[in-house]
């Protein structure tokens, strides 16, 4: 094996271009070296000791054999115990959330973002509190309860100043029963001193995408700005990590790259960072390139298919099991719904990709990141998730009961998670009905709240959550486990 130190704290170290070539490799050499895939597979199988279920999930090596493989047979078992692992440990919940952009303002050269520096016909857009007020007003009437808020990386026009106080209204804004119980953050790489700050504003998980973890293409497709420096960006989760921020977002853009080698990538910064800091990323985002303003996805030759795609999945469901996944509206509604089997465990829903976009009747597209696929309202994705059996899930319940880092892997790993999200997504969903769902939604949903009561396993649990939704019917809110 390449010299690879996973528990360096230097980029270049811990994701190590010879170790991922020699992974490749070594793949490519097994694909279809069926006695080896069995023995991976068994490996990554949900165990049950006594009442605990764990899993133990795989390296990147192992997971890069999977995701090599080419036999029909050993795929198809592939999905099926990506698809058994979703099942035991998230069972049919699924969380929603939705982005918020707060400026477009960017001094970086993203190739592949037309919020890129150069890009000069794309209007530039910079909320003001009273902006952001409007929009979260809006989120909230549309039910939501939890935001990804997202900015460009400009140290004039958003400072962390902005982020903070941005933070600070969007937590402070009580409309109607509605209320902002989790901002994640998606902001550029920064120093321990102001993750220290984000981490006091009281930030659910801070998101990162890497984008490109091949050290010579990052840095064709970041030409210029602060973003060009592979390591600092690199080292982020790092930093961010050292402030105290325990939930950790970390997710490649596929397509600038070749997929197996941002897979095995990947897998080695998860694997850093549950080596050094004992517990892994919190969830992992697998966006595409997608068209946008000033932007060809087309220009990028790295385009993946969709079956491709959601195999990608699978396999990263198999090898980090108690790491959430999300996917955004990128993606159109045929492909989310294969990829909600596979892993994914978050999806946004009636996003606009627009800076101060929820305000604004009509969906504008003049500061839209990118094309949004899934156009669809919260209402219709959440009336679609309950016909497929899915249970739609505002729950926030884990970041501010102080349940995050290792204490929620803690969670995850103890088989109470069943005790937990369950209920908590009962009684979020019940809120929705009740505040913001239309009839149709109302009906389908009460249905399946009274048949899934019956699913959650402890007897006082189960008793406590109907009374607390009978609370719900008469006007209280914010119940939790
Ligand atoms: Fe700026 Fe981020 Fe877009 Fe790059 S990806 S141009 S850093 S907003
Ligand atoms: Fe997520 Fe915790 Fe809620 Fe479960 S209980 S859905 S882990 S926040």
Not at 88 to 108: D, H, K, Q, W
Not at 161 to 178: A, M, P, Q, R
Not at 336 to 358: D, F, H, K, P
Request: glycine share 6%; proline share 4%.
């Amino acid at each position: 094996m390449a010299d690879y130190e996973i528990s360096s704290p230097y980029a270049s170290d811990f994701i190590k271009h010879e170790e991922i070539l020699e992974t490749l490799e070594y793949a490519e050499r097994h694909k279809n070296d069926t006695v080896l895939i069995d023995e991976i597979l068994n490996k990554a199988k949900p165990k049950r000791e006594g009442k605990k279920l764990s899993c133990v999930g795989l390296s990147h090596r192992e997971a890069s054999v999977l995701l090599a493989c080419e036999d029909p047979e050993k795929n198809a078992e592939m999905i099926a115990l990506a698809e058994e692992i979703k099942r035991e440990f998230y069972g049919n919940r699924i969380v929603l959330f939705a982005p918020l952009y707060l400026s477009n303002y960017c001094i970086n050269g993203c190739l592949y973002c037309p919020y890129h520096l150069k890009n000069k016909h794309i209007p530039r857009k910079k909320l003001s509190q009273e902006e952001i007020r409007a929009e979260v007003i809006a989120l909230q009437d549309m039910g939501h309860k939890r935001l990804a808020i997202e900015a460009g990386e400009d140290p004039v026009h958003n400072p962390i100043d902005y982020i903070l106080e941005s933070i600070e209204t969007i937590y402070s804004i009580k409309h109607k029963n509605g209320a902002i119980r989790r901002v994640n953050v998606n902001i550029a790489a920064t120093t321990v001193e102001e993750y220290k700050l984000l981490k006091d504003a009281g930030i659910g998980t801070y998101i990162l995408f890497q984008e490109t973890y091949h050290k010579d293409g990052y840095e064709h497709l970041h030409p210029t700005g602060p973003k060009k420096d592979y390591a600092w960006h690199t080292e982020a989760m790092d930093r961010a990590m050292q402030a105290g921020i325990d939930d950790v977002g970390l997710g490649v853009l596929f397509g600038l790259d070749k997929y197996r080698y941002e897979f095995a990538a990947l897998l080695m910064h998860a694997e850093h960072l549950e080596a050094v800091y004992g517990v892994g990323p919190h969830t992992i985002s697998v966006p595409r390139v997608k068209k946008a303003e000033d932007i060809d996805p087309a220009a990028f030759d790295n385009s993946l298919t969709d079956e491709l795609f959601t195999k990608l999945i699978a396999c990263i469901r198999i090898a980090v099991p108690y790491t959430g996944m999300i996917i955004s509206t990128r993606e159109s509604e045929a492909v989310r719904e294969q990829a909600l089997r596979m892993g994914i465990s978050q999806i946004s829903g009636g996003s606009r990709t627009s800076v101060g976009g929820y305000a604004e009747a009509e969906r504008p597209h003049d500061t839209e990141q990118f094309d949004v696929s899934d156009q669809r309202t919260l209402d219709e994705v959440v009336d679609w998730l309950m016909k497929l059996e899915y249970i739609p899930s505002f729950c926030t319940a884990c970041y501010r009961a102080g349940r995050t880092g290792d204490r929620f892997m803690e969670l995850c790993k103890s088989g109470q998670i069943s005790n937990c999200c369950h209920p908590n997504a009962l009684l979020t969903l019940k809120e929705y009905l009740m505040d913001y769902a239309s009839e149709t939604t109302k009906k389908r949903g009460e249905e399946l709240i009274l048949k899934e009561l019956a699913n959650i396993p402890t007897d006082n649990v189960r008793e406590k959550t109907r009374e607390w939704i009978e609370k719900i019917n008469s006007g209280e809110r914010d119940f939790r486990f």
